[in-house]
């Protein structure tokens, strides 16, 4: 049977693309080459050099840095930086945006977590990478702020690379949303999960717990909604939560229901990364018939006011994220016995 390989689906996507200069296919590449070298990594860590634990720094996001943190930064940053077809790369672990020499500038703007759930690094639980492309907006060769802080319905693709029971690359330009598995003895990534789409509703939601008593009393409302017995409505929900939102996320994308990461008292605008973390997943969810929020807003209307903004997220199938919205609005909880 003819396996169809991401590098080939990209290239195919090119030949279809009116007016592409092959300028995109080149730096998907170039993602596809630093995804597999940090899968190598991540799936070594503990054996042998010292990758894992703690490099002693702390990032903007006020977190520890882990080595493998750095390792994957550093990975992306190079390889994609010398790519010649992004002006300018943003990561969650750097303060500052890297602005390409001009020498080697390209069209596109790429936005990435490099390794996300870095508390899980250590107990080999999954983690990933995030990232996101916009195409450069202001004219001329300088970069500007509007170019960096695009509202996240400009991006023109989105995806994650999940290091987990086998290494998993998840991409959505403007033509669905697909899965590649890698197999490792070959080298390359594989179609494996063709035109994902979100179940309309699912039956588990993903919250941390344990920050209950920060919640304002329409999340608590909503949470205690979900678990009150109810066979019409596949209530109650399961509770799965990982810990890291690339697991959490896909789960919810393969099977359903909603993944929170509400403000609260000890975050009020939240804990997520707009640019890093919603933006991207907002834009695959809504490409696999999902729907993403802040509890209020569309993701990807929202224009951020700075690189590194927070927002609350409310991500998942329609019909779930739908009645959250319903229920913190204030509508939904005169129908919606507690
Ligand atoms: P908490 C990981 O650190 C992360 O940024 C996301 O991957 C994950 O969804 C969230 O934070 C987990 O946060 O507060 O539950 O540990």
């Known amino acids: 049977m003819q396996r169809t390989t991401l590098v080939q689906y990209i290239r195919q996507r ?8 092959g300028e995109f296919t080149s730096l998907m590449n170039e993602i596809i080459v630093a995804a597999k070298i940090v899968s190598l990594e991540v799936n070594r860590a503990g054996i042998g050099e ?26 992306f940053t190079t390889i994609i930086g010398q790519s010649g077809t992004v ?12 602005i390409v020499p001009k020498t080697d500038r390209g069209k ?21 990478s995030i990232f996101s492309i916009y195409r450069k907006v202001s004219e001329g060769n300088e970069v500007h702020d509007a170019d960096l802080r695009q509202p996240g319905h400009k991006q023109v693709a989105a995806g994650y690379v999940m290091y987990g029971s086998s290494t998993m690359f998840v991409l959505t330009t403007d033509q669905g949303v697909h899965g590649f598995t890698l197999d490792p003895s070959l080298g390359e990534f594989f179609l494996s999960h063709p035109n994902l789409r979100i179940p309309e509703q699912g039956s588990t939601y993903s919250i941390n717990e344990g920050n209950m008593e920060n919640w304002d009393e329409a999340q608590k409302h909503l949470v205690n909604h979900l678990k009150v017995s109810d066979p019409a409505t ?12 690339v697991s959490d996320f ?17 975050s009020p605008e939240g804990k997520l990364r ?14 696999a018939g999902g729907r993403a929020s802040t509890g209020s807003q569309r993701i990807l209307d929202i224009v951020p006011e700075k690189l590194h903004q ?5 991500v998942g199938s329609p019909r779930d994220v739908a009645l959250a919205e319903n229920i913190l609005s204030g509508k939904g909880r005169s129908q919606q016995p507690a």
């Open 274 to 287: 707009y640019a890093f973390e919603a933006a991207p997943m907002a834009y695959i969810v809504e490409h």
């Open 310 to 314: 927070r927002v609350p997220l409310f």
């Open 250 to 266: 896909h789960r919810t994308l393969l099977k359903g229901g909603i993944f929170m990461y509400p403000s609260d008292k000890k």
């Open 50 to 75: 010292d990758i894992l634990g703690l490099t002693g720094k702390i990032n903007i996001q006020g977190e520890e840095v882990q080595k493998l943190d750095e390792f994957a930064d550093m990975t």
């Open 108 to 128: 596109y703007i790429f936005m990435m977590d490099p390794l996300d759930g870095s508390s899980n690094i250590d107990v080999n639980v999954g983690i990933g």
């Open 234 to 245: 596949r209530r109650p929900y399961k509770l799965r939560y990982i810990g890291t939102l």
């Open 87 to 98: 002006c300018a790369i943003c990561s969650e672990e750097r303060d500052e945006p890297l």
């Open 14 to 21: 090119g030949f279809s693309t009116p007016g592409a200069t």
